[in-house]
């Protein structure tokens, strides 16, 4: 059950649903709708001409009429009574026509012209066309309806006018949406049902009998006088009692009909109904005006509501805005510099979350405040309200002003922060680059001037000694260098000195130590220099026998590891020629070997030059050789090495010598063969393609010529087969070339299989010629005709003609050819539009077109000669006339004889004949 606020809702639902739909009515139904008096006269008579409405023509239905009198009485009598008076029988009551203009002036509100008081019949007429008279005055059609029938007492008449009048008077004024009367009444009856459960009204009869539909008109405007949800919807008789009692006595609706004549009838006359319900609609018209007023009360405070609302966001999101801008403006004009890059980074990094984080939020507050201010000066422009004025200084200029000022500041301040940074980068810059240098300085540094005051030259060799002095030389070259990066690091201090560096001091301090110790590497440098030069003289004999060994010993040895990794490096050849050069580099090779000795002796004599020196002059330096790392013992174990891989050499250059020699012979027993089988299947080949083009003769002479040759061919198998086995000896030998032929078995096969198949085919075309030839009745004059044409036309004499060559050799042969005629035989030889005219092909068009064929009226006429002109033939005139076999292939395939004259054991030849040829379905 709604509650009384649910019924306002959904009232205020269905106004708002009324008002957009009346604003989307299209011109069309404003032309047709349009109330004035003619179109009043043309609905009423719309209303007379509907399926179901009253005809002169007809009778009433029993139930529909009682129904009527019922309803039409009640709602005469709740109108009469206003007067004092009312009816009891309808037909009767309304006969003299008094009551007919009193009912009349009561529901109207007007004077009729005064009644006749006389009782005659013309009194009477003159009363009743009075009334119909002021009826037809207000734009209504009477549609065969007369006063004498009232009169008269005629039922169906005296309903029939009394239908108008509510028409007129009840039910016409009722309009939703500018739709017609009835249409509009039943709009309202479903609107103000459409919340209810098994309410579903779509007409006026059956969409009423279960009484819900009643009950929920009654329950939507008086929810205090039925509890809906009580209902149920298999008790028509307790609902409709129910609604009939609650109209009648508090809503002061008469009556007009009965429970049990609604159930009982499977469709209730929708004209009782809708008498009935428009007394609803009618008592419920004021409460509905009284409820659009509160509707359009609370529209109009539901605005005013929103718009203190919309005002009073404004207010507080106008307030905020500004105290952020207040309070982000003196953190952005704060220009105080940090001392270090990491500090700066970090107010970008604030500043960064300030544009990212903090500000977009408020653009998009700022935009929407600005939305809103517009949205609602048009919402007050539209509902005749003052414009609304924010509080001072909260107007949307003075909020741009500040956003503007917000922005110019933040501009600064972003400028202020990159040339901060940019400064500081370059103070980290010199400073990052102080310290990288200064380190690099200082590791360089550590420990140079302990090496500077040693004395390690006076117990080396004079390799040592010139070591230490090229090591020296080194070191004071990079000393030089070094130069450069201790004057780089005393303008950088400078310069941070200049900038004024928060930590110059440490910088300082730090310079100075650098420049200090550079001053005392210039004093020790000179010192060890002078102690090296005089230790180098001493030695300087000894190192130059040294320094000869190294010079001749080098060289040597790496002949020597030469040598050894070519008399061991594995050697791929695939001729006789390759291993002889070979073997000839080898023996040259060999030849060096006693200049290479005497190399040898003399190197290790150096050595023993050196000895004799040292022993001589009592020298106790190292015997190392500061210039290389070879030893005697080295040259002497490489060298017999070297004489020991010289023979396994020379036995493995042999082998591969016996190897090539049979590989070549290999060679040449596969040349010798592949030489005569290869030119030999060509020659077969080209013999066979040349005899298919010129043969002559008879075909059989030309197939027994071929299957000769195709003897020979079989019986020249063991030549490729022994070919076959060479070449797998050659396979597995690894050779892969021959120069002593062009062939290649690959070669042989392919040329071996395409003779084989050449040969099959042409053997296969002439067989086919031959069976065309019998079958068809073509003599071996017109073969050889037809040969001889084909060959002439095939141009290109490779056993086919193209189109062009067919048409010109069709029109030789005297055929008559036009563009149509040509793509016909085009599709007959050619289906497949190869644009290839084989001899087969032309041969088989050609016997079609010139062979005497045989046909299934021939066979027919033959069978009615053995049959004696008779339509059927027997079994016994078959075996008389025909070979056994054939005779009983014929009984055992003919059909039955089922035509006239019944005869046993006929049979129909005629089906037969024509089933041979495909022409019936046997």
């Given at each position: 059950m709604l509650t009384p606020m649910e019924n306002r809702r959904v009232t205020q639902v269905e106004n708002r649903r009324v008002t957009q739909v009346e604003s989307h009515i299209t011109t069309q139904t404003e032309e047709s709708l349009q109330y004035n008096h003619h179109n009043y006269e043309y609905e009423l008579q719309e209303y007379m001409l509907q399926e179901d409405d009253w005809d002169r023509d007809l009778l009433l239905d029993p139930a529909w009429e009682q129904q009527q009198r019922k309803t039409f009485t009640a709602w005469c009598n709740s109108h009469l009574r206003k007067a004092g008076t009312q009816i009891e029988n309808i037909e009767d009551d309304f006969r003299n026509g008094l009551k007919l203009m009193l009912l009349l002036e009561v529901i109207s509100g007007e004077r009729l012209s005064k009644p006749d008081q006389g009782k005659m019949r013309f009194h009477k007429i003159a009363n009743v066309n009075k009334a119909l008279d002021y009826i037809a005055g207000k734009g209504v059609k009477l549609v065969s309806i007369g006063a004498e029938e009232i009169v008269d007492g005629n039922a169906k008449m005296t309903l029939g006018m009394i239908w108008t009048i509510i028409l007129r008077f009840a039910i016409q004024d009722i309009s939703i949406e500018e739709t017609s009367a009835k249409e509009g009444l039943l709009l309202w009856c479903q609107r103000k049902t459409a919340p209810y459960r098994n309410v579903n009204v779509q007409n006026f009869h059956t969409s009423w009998k279960d009484g819900l539909a009643l009950c929920a008109l009654i329950h939507r405007h008086r929810p205090d006088l039925i509890d809906y949800s009580k209902l149920?919807?298999?008790?028509?008789?307790?609902?409709?009692?129910?609604?009939?009692?609650?109209?009648?006595?508090?809503?002061?609706?008469?009556?007009?009909?009965?429970?049990?004549?609604?159930?009982?009838?499977?469709?209730?006359?929708?004209?009782?109904?809708?008498?009935?319900?428009?007394?609803?609609?009618?008592?419920?018209?004021?409460?509905?005006?009284?409820?659009?007023?509160a509707n359009r009360i609370c529209k109009i405070l539901g605005v005013n509501q929103e718009n203190e609302n919309s005002m009073a966001d404004y207010e507080k999101l106008s307030s905020e805005l500004l105290?952020?801008?207040?309070?982000?403006?003196?953190?952005?004009?704060?220009?105080?510099?940090?001392?270090?890059?990491?500090?700066?980074?970090?107010?970008?990094?604030?500043?960064?979350?300030?544009?990212?984080?903090?500000?977009?939020?408020?653009?998009?507050?700022?935009?929407?405040?600005?939305?809103?201010?517009?949205?609602?000066?048009?919402?007050?422009?539209?509902?005749?309200?003052?414009?609304?004025?924010?509080?001072?200084?909260?107007?949307?200029?003075?909020?741009?002003?500040?956003?503007?000022?917000?922005?110019?500041?933040?501009?600064?301040?972003?400028?202020?922060?990159?040339?901060?940074?940019?400064?500081?980068?370059?103070?980290?810059?010199?400073?990052?680059?102080?310290?990288?240098?200064?380190?690099?300085?200082?590791?360089?540094?550590?420990?140079?001037?302990?090496?500077?005051?040693?004395?390690?030259?006076?117990?080396v060799t004079l390799t040592e000694v010139r070591a230490l002095l090229r090591k020296h030389e080194a070191f004071e070259s990079d000393l030089a260098a070094h130069q450069d990066r201790v004057e780089q690091i005393a303008a950088i201090a400078q310069e941070l000195n200049e900038l004024d560096y928060h930590n110059a001091a440490g910088i300082n301090e730090r310079c100075q130590k650098i420049c200090d110790k550079w001053d005392s590497f210039g004093t020790l440098t000179q010192k060890r220099r002078e102690a090296l030069e005089r230790t180098e003289k001493l030695l300087e004999t000894i190192d130059q026998l040294f320094l000869e060994f190294?010079?001749?010993?080098?060289?040597?040895?790496?002949?020597?590891?030469?040598?050894?990794?070519?008399?061991?490096?594995?050697?791929?050849?695939?001729?006789?020629?390759?291993?002889?050069?070979?073997?000839?580099?080898?023996?040259?090779?060999?030849?060096?070997?006693?200049?290479?000795?005497?190399?040898?002796?003399?190197?290790?004599?150096?050595?023993?030059?050196?000895?004799?020196?040292?022993?001589?002059?009592?020298?106790?330096?190292?015997?190392?050789?500061?210039?290389?790392?070879?030893?005697?013992?080295?040259?002497?174990?490489?060298?017999?090495?070297?004489?020991?891989?010289?023979?396994?050499?020379?036995?493995?250059?042999?082998?591969?010598?016996?190897?090539?020699?049979?590989?070549?012979?290999?060679?040449?027993?596969?040349?010798?063969?592949?030489?005569?089988?290869?030119?030999?299947?060509?020659?077969?080949?080209?013999?066979?393609?040349?005899?298919?083009?010129?043969?002559?003769?008879?075909?059989?002479d030309q197939m027994n010529q071929l299957k000769q040759c195709e003897e020979v061919i079989i019986n020249y198998k063991p030549n490729v087969?022994?070919?076959?086995?060479?070449?797998?000896?050659?396979?597995?030998?690894?050779?892969?070339?021959?120069?002593?032929?062009?062939?290649?078995?690959?070669?042989?096969?392919?040329?071996?299989?395409?003779?084989?198949?050449?040969?099959?085919r042409t053997i296969n075309e002439i067989e086919t010629q031959i069976?065309?030839?019998?079958?068809?009745?073509?003599?071996?004059?017109?073969?050889?005709?037809?040969?001889?044409?084909?060959?002439?036309?095939?141009?290109?004499?490779?056993?086919?003609?193209?189109?062009?060559?067919?048409?010109?050799?069709?029109?030789?042969?005297?055929?008559?050819?036009?563009?149509?005629?040509?793509?016909?035989?085009?599709?007959?030889?050619?289906?497949?539009?190869?644009?290839?005219?084989?001899?087969?092909?032309?041969?088989?068009?050609?016997?079609?077109?010139?062979?005497?064929?045989?046909?299934?009226?021939?066979?027919?006429?033959?069978?009615?000669?053995?049959?004696?002109?008779?339509?059927?033939?027997?079994?016994?005139?078959?075996?008389?006339?025909?070979?056994?076999?054939?005779?009983?292939?014929?009984?055992?395939?003919?059909?039955?004889?089922?035509?006239?004259?019944?005869?046993?054991?006929?049979?129909?030849?005629?089906?037969?004949?024509?089933?041979?040829?495909?022409?019936s379905d046997l």
């Open positions: 149920q919807k298999d008790d028509a008789l307790y609902n409709l009692n129910l609604a009939f009692e609650i109209a009648e006595k508090e809503l002061d609706i008469p009556k007009m009909l009965d429970p049990e004549d609604i159930v009982n009838t499977p469709k209730p006359d929708q004209r009782a109904l809708m008498t009935y319900v428009s007394c609803f609609y009618h008592a419920f018209a004021g409460a509905e005006q009284a409820e659009m007023a105290e952020w801008i207040q309070r982000t403006i003196p953190w952005l004009e704060n220009r105080t510099s940090e001392k270090t890059m990491q500090a700066m980074q970090q107010k970008l990094e604030d500043f960064r979350d300030y544009r990212r984080l903090h500000k977009p939020p408020k653009i998009q507050e700022k935009c929407q405040l600005e939305i809103n201010f517009n949205t609602l000066q048009t919402k007050l422009r539209i509902s005749n309200r003052p414009a609304y004025m924010p509080s001072e200084g909260k107007m949307v200029s003075d909020i741009a002003s500040a956003w503007q000022r917000l922005e110019q500041v933040e501009k600064g301040y972003e400028e202020w922060l990159l040339s901060e940074i940019r400064r500081l980068e370059r103070l980290e810059h010199l400073a990052e680059k102080f310290r990288q240098k200064a380190t690099t300085q200082e590791i360089w540094s550590h420990g140079k001037d302990q090496t500077l005051v040693q004395k390690d030259y006076e117990s190294a010079k001749r010993a080098s060289p040597f040895i790496n002949w020597v590891e030469g040598a050894m990794e070519d008399l061991q490096d594995m050697f791929i050849v695939h001729s006789i020629e390759e291993i002889q050069n070979l073997v000839a580099a080898h023996e040259q090779f060999k030849a060096t070997l006693p200049e290479a000795d005497s190399e040898r002796q003399a190197i290790l004599g150096i050595l023993n030059e050196v000895q004799k020196i040292m022993h001589t002059y009592g020298i106790l330096t190292s015997m190392a050789n500061p210039y290389t790392t070879i030893s005697c013992e080295e040259i002497n174990a490489k060298w017999a090495r070297v004489k020991q891989l010289v023979p396994q050499r020379d036995s493995a250059l042999q082998e591969e010598v016996v190897r090539q020699h049979s590989n070549e012979r290999l060679r040449r027993q596969f040349a010798t063969q592949a030489n005569v089988v290869g030119p030999w299947i060509q020659h077969k080949m080209e013999a066979i393609g040349q005899s298919s083009i010129e043969m002559s003769g008879a075909l059989e087969d022994k070919l076959e086995g060479e070449h797998q000896l050659i396979q597995e030998a690894l050779i892969f070339d021959n120069k002593h032929t062009g062939y290649t078995m690959e070669h042989i096969r392919v040329g071996w299989e395409m003779l084989l198949t050449t040969i099959a069976l065309t030839r019998d079958a068809k009745g073509i003599t071996q004059q017109q073969m050889n005709e037809f040969r001889s044409s084909f060959n002439h036309f095939d141009r290109k004499k490779n056993g086919a003609m193209d189109p062009d060559d067919l048409r010109a050799c069709l029109i030789s042969m005297g055929f008559d050819l036009g563009e149509a005629e040509f793509a016909r035989i085009m599709n007959l030889i050619d289906p497949n539009n190869t644009g290839k005219v084989t001899f087969q092909s032309f041969i088989s068009f050609m016997t079609r077109e010139t062979a005497d064929t045989d046909t299934a009226d021939q066979v027919v006429a033959s069978f009615r000669i053995l049959a004696g002109d008779k339509p059927y033939i027997l079994p016994e005139e078959l075996r008389h006339e025909l070979p056994p076999k054939q005779a009983e292939y014929c009984i055992s395939c003919m059909p039955p004889y089922r035509g006239p004259p019944s005869v046993p054991g006929a049979l129909d030849y005629v089906s037969f004949s024509t089933a041979l040829y495909g022409e």
